[in-house]
């Protein structure tokens, strides 16, 4: 379990929401140099308590009636999460997702640095996608060791999912974010973070309907 | 507010995370007959309180101390995420992300049809990708209008994406499934799911790099 500032274990529905509150900080950074929790709440659609509770896990930012200064939290805020501390990723599947993430430059613009790319089809290795070279699968591994990969992005089929998993964890990764649309096996306590997909496009239709009633 | 079986409102958390309830009782449905509480808790990783409370919205389902039955509660929530309806719907944006997404095809799975794709650059109107032509961005609003287009994806760059939102609110266009990185300005109630894949990918950043230390 991850501690905040006094010690108190930091729940990770808050830890989810913490890249939101950076990017309405790098938002509001050259429009207005304070911010009270009452306006950043309204601004980000949740309650003014969620908003002092979720950032109080860090430190205390605000001065009672005087609100949050905007670039000193911004700055906390990046050196929390660690945006300037490059964190090296490798992307296993070279399907039409996998494609996708490479050439997402969102990923190079948020400090994250692009090691290798992975897929099973003989056809496909030695291929470069915007610089970048696809190995195979079966040197992920060793590759992952003596790049020292810290996170993988997963996206192959859910059939295989499961076993590039096993050699991830065995090859000391340390965390995954998962697009195949299961939940992977991983050992206690392992960081993953799971982009599902359909399971939002599902709920998305559920709300739609419902709404229709 | 969505309601429940006895009217009671459903949170959003819950109807989020029904697909992955639906996905379960998929994968089960070949492999036994029936499941406790206990057991899909334990192979979810939730507790068995809340398994028993987020499937309690949506009818009477088990019996104290037989189980669910899972063909049966698989067949219940296709119906309530009306599975076998299918959702017509458009991508706006055709970069790498919306590229990507009008191959994938767990979209036409799960019973998703793709009516069109739009797009600002001159250059790729008319192109078509796996059968699904490319339109100018103008022509959106009567675009869903004639189609009764139910669902838009947007995979616009963020400085865009609002007024992307206002056309197609205008359009009336019923929900909004969002790639781009950012809250869009939506009227309130206005069903919207967002994928943030650079706030996953920091949020993970962030749990690795505090589970080092």
Redesign the interface.
Known sequence: M?KGKDGTPIP?VV??R???Y??YFDWLENRAEKISSKKLSEL??ASASQVRLDLSYFGDFGQQGYGYNIKKLKAELAK????H?P?KFVIVGMG??G???T??N??IE?G?KLEGLFDVKPILIGEKISGTTIYKVDELESFVKTHSV??AIIAVPKEVANEVVKTLVASGV????NFA???LEVPD?F??????????????????????H
């Open positions: 991850i990770k830890i989810e913490l890249p939101r950076y990017r980000m659609g929390i999460l660690r945006i501390t964190m039409n997702i494609r996708a993430l050439r997402y969102a990923f948020a994250f810290d996170m340390k965390g995954i974010l649309p299961l939940d306590g960081p993953v973070e799971n982009i599902h997909i359909i399971d939002k496009a599902l709920a998305l239709s559920f709300l739609i309907r419902e709404r229709q």
